[in-house]
Every structure is written in C-alpha cells, then in structure tokens.
C-alpha cells in the first residue's frame, strides 16, 4: 500500500523535466568542476569533449543551456555556437562560451555568431552561477531523502510530500 500525503497540489504527481545543461570543453578538470558546482542544484549536466560530441548531443539531448570552450579538437566551440544558432529546432539555446583565449575583438565576434554570454578562464564559480541563472532556473536541491521505516522525504522550491509504503 502506498500512501501520500501532499502539503500543496496534486501536480507533484505529474513527472517534472529537470534542465539540462550541455557542457562541452576538452579539458575534464573543466566539465567535472561545472558538474561539481551544480551537482547543489536540480540541473542534469551532460559533458562532451569536443565540439563534433556537443553539436550531436544538441541534437539528441536537446539542452536547455549550452556551456561551451572554444579551442578544443575535433570541432571547436565556433563551430559548435554557428551550428546551434543557424537551426531552427535549436538557435533557442542559450550559449555561454568559457574561454581562456585573450582577445578584445572576441567577445563581441561571439556575441554577433550568437552567444548569449561570454567568461574568461578561471572563471569564479559564483559568476558562472550567476551567468547560468540568467538562462535557466538553477533550484538547490534542498530536500532530503530519509528512507528510514518506509518514509521518504522530498521537497520541491515551495511544496512537500511523504511517500508512505506498506510492505
């Protein structure tokens, strides 16, 4: 028997998509400190090595936000951000390019191909955090699961709910 308990509506029952952040950079130390950073978060990342990698993935996973450096092999972030933004079904997505290069010109080239933001390496990860949350909504992972005597514990931004199962 499974009982629930709701604190607000009934749409807690309906499955909720969680966003999905694409993260493409050939350095992994990059990808697994942008997946650290938002493993707080309610955000499933998707990391790729190279450009050809990302621009499929676009494709298939269908991101709601794409991070993406620009030199990289097999298929640079350019290439990446000009494939993103001359398709219909994807120039939605927002790109943020995260670049060690170091040229003035660059920013605004970018922001002319298409990009919706632009950091420089190292990038503090409060101001990636506060880029990636002009895009897409980054809730914390504020709820606990307790699977102590069949109870589980879960809470979205504004509502609760326990799941009760009878053995």
């Given at each position: ?18 966003t999905?952040i ?6 992994p ?6 997946q650290?950073?938002?493993?707080n978060?309610?955000v499933d990342?998707?990391s790729?090595c190279c450009?050809?990698?990302?621009t ?7 991101p709601d936000?794409?991070?993406t450096d620009l030199?990289?092999p097999?298929g640079?972030?350019q290439?990446?951000l000009?494939?993103v933004?001359?398709?219909?079904q ?8 995260l670049t060690?290069?170091r040229?003035?010109h660059?920013p605004g080239q970018l922001r002319?191909?298409?990009a919706?933001s632009?950091?420089q390496?190292?990038v503090?990860y ?9 895009f897409?909504s980054?809730?914390?992972?504020d709820w606990?699961?307790?699977?102590k005597?069949g ?6 931004e504004s509502?609760t709910?326990?799941?009760y199962e009878?053995?």
């Amino acid at each position: 028997m499974k009982e629930q308990i709701q604190a607000a509506s009934t749409d807690l029952l309906e499955p909720t998509s969680r966003t999905t952040i694409l993260c493409v950079d050939d350095d992994p130390d990059i990808t697994r400190a942008i997946q650290k950073i938002l493993s707080n978060y309610d955000v499933d990342v998707i990391s790729d090595c190279c450009g050809r990698l990302g621009t499929w993935d676009v494709y298939k996973k269908k991101p709601d936000l794409i991070i993406t450096d620009l030199r990289m092999p097999d298929g640079d972030g350019q290439h990446l951000l000009a494939e993103v933004k001359v398709n219909a079904q994807t120039s939605h997505i927002p790109v943020i390019v995260l670049t060690g290069q170091r040229d003035a010109h660059l920013p605004g080239q970018l922001r002319h191909l298409g990009a919706a933001s632009f950091l420089q390496k190292p990038v503090h990860y409060t101001s990636l955090l506060a880029e990636i949350g002009r895009f897409v909504s980054l809730t914390s992972l504020d709820w606990a699961t307790a699977n102590k005597n069949g109870l589980v514990y879960k809470q979205t931004e504004s509502q609760t709910f326990v799941e009760y199962e009878d053995e």
